[in-house]
């Protein structure tokens, strides 16, 4: 029972609305009609400012930090804390409080790493950087970088249970990226 709690407490820690509510604070805008109505970090920087973007960022990393924290110290399964990591970023990504809109899973899912395995987080951000420089759109890129989560994890773990811990994560990221790719296509993202 104590991990059936953990693995839903995880859901509702990363469906916390850090953008919607932050969005509220300081511009009194909700976040879901502003800009690209995506609600997470770089969305509410671009529309509310500096200091409620850094702060949702910092909130969304520290979400998905706590989630396996907290997982760790309540579970002794491995595989609770793997689900305890995937829903924190599910929960971000589909909020209960915001009727199942969210963000994309990247800042979350960096707190995730965090606290998991952070040795993992330079190879990934490499990968994003590399893309990013490939596709000229860091938005595009970063999402595309998922990709690259089960690959580095079986060369860093080569252990089954990390690869589709990855994959299954690197799906989650993925579908809410897929307007992004879809517009990179039709040539409406390219930044040069």
């Not at 009609?33 to 400012?49: C, D, F, H, K, Q």
């Not at 995937?86 to 963000?103: I, K, P, T």
């Not at 993992?120 to 490939?134: D, E, N, Q």
């Not at 690197?170 to 790719?181: E, M, N, Y």
Request: hydrophobic share 55%.
């Amino acid at each position: 029972m104590n991990d059936i709690l953990t693995m839903g407490f995880a859901y509702l820690l990363g469906s916390f609305p850090t953008a919607y509510l932050l969005g509220r604070l300081f511009k009194k805008i909700d976040i879901r009609e502003s800009g690209s109505g995506n609600v997470g970090g770089m969305n509410i920087l671009r529309t509310a400012g500096f200091l409620p973007g850094l702060l949702t960022i910092i909130i969304d990393i520290a979400k998905g930090a706590l989630a396996i924290i907290l997982a760790l110290n309540w579970s002794s399964e491995p595989l609770v804390v793997f689900m305890a990591g995937l829903l924190v970023v599910l929960g971000h990504n589909y909020s209960v409080f915001l009727r199942y809109r969210g963000g994309k899973g990247l800042a979350t899912g960096m707190g995730v790493f965090i606290a998991l395995s952070p040795h993992t987080i330079p190879f990934v951000f490499l990968a994003a950087v590399c893309l990013t420089i490939a596709l000229k759109d860091i938005n595009t890129a970063c999402g595309a970088a998922a990709l690259s989560i089960p690959v580095i994890l079986f060369f860093q773990y080569q252990e089954f249970v990390w690869v589709l811990f990855g994959l299954v994560l690197a799906v989650i990221i993925l579908a809410k990226h897929g307007p992004d790719f879809m517009a990179y296509r039709e040539g409406r993202r390219n930044l040069t």
